[in-house]
Every structure is written in C-alpha cells, then in structure tokens.
Nanobody, 123 residues
Framework: QVRLVESGGGVVQPGGSLRLSCEYF????????MGWFRQAPGKEREFVAG????????FYPDSMKDRFTISRDNAKNTVYLQMTGLKPEDTAVYYC????????????????WGQGTQVTVSS
C-alpha cells in the first residue's frame, strides 16, 4: 500500500518562492514517474509538473514552465517542486502522485491522493 506525504506549503507574498516535498512510502519509487498537481477552490485538479523515473526528463505544461522546477531524489524516495515568482492564482492545495508514464498524468484520475499541502499566495 503506497502512501504519499506532501509538505512545504505555506503563505507567501506575490513574487515569493516555496519548495514543496513529497515523500513516497512504498516500493518501486525509482521505477515510477512522479507528478505534482494542484486544486484551487471550485476548480478541477490540474497537472503542474512531471518527472520520469531517473529525473532526466522533467515535463511542464506551458503555463508552468518558467516558474516551476520539479526534481527527485531516489535515495530519499522524495520528489520536489521548486516554485518561484508565485502569483495569487497559484493558490491551491498541491498534491503529488505516481504513474508509469508522465503522459497519463495530464488528465489525472487516480483513486488515491495524499493529504496535500496548502499554498496561499497573498499580500
């Protein structure tokens, strides 16, 4: 049974930065693609960034490409999301999840989600 634990959220001013972490508890982390997702109030959950099993191929939607950086440490079973230049519209609960391919993360329909970590961008 896999468990995902996200952390690192908080309240930040516009233009600020945060680094989110997601620790994966279970087997086979170093064989899986990992992704970050977010859900704002009243909106559907959306894909933010993905990374392949080795960390060599990050992928971002165009709207996230310049401000977000995904990385992973397979020795720690952890994936990170470095966010810079934060905007009020980035306010959301951020989640991570895993898959065999990044492509299927673009329309996330997973049964299991961790508790997420709240990011609030406000002056």
């Amino acid at each position: 049974q896999v468990r995902l634990v996200e952390s690192g959220g908080g309240v930040v001013q516009p233009g600020g930065s945060l680094r989110l972490s997601c620790e994966y508890f279970g087997d086979s982390f170093n064989t899986l693609a990992m992704g970050w997702f977010r859900q704002a109030p009243g909106k559907e959950r959306e894909f933010v960034a993905g990374i392949n099993w080795s960390g060599s191929s990050p992928f971002y939607p165009d709207s996230m490409k310049d401000r977000f950086t995904i990385s992973r440490d397979n020795a720690k079973n952890t994936v990170y999301l470095q966010m810079t230049g934060l905007k009020p519209e980035d306010t959301a609960v951020y989640y991570c999840n895993f898959d065999t391919r990044i492509a299927t993360m673009l329309t996330p329909r997973y049964d299991y989600w961790g508790q997420g970590t709240q990011v609030t961008v406000s002056s």
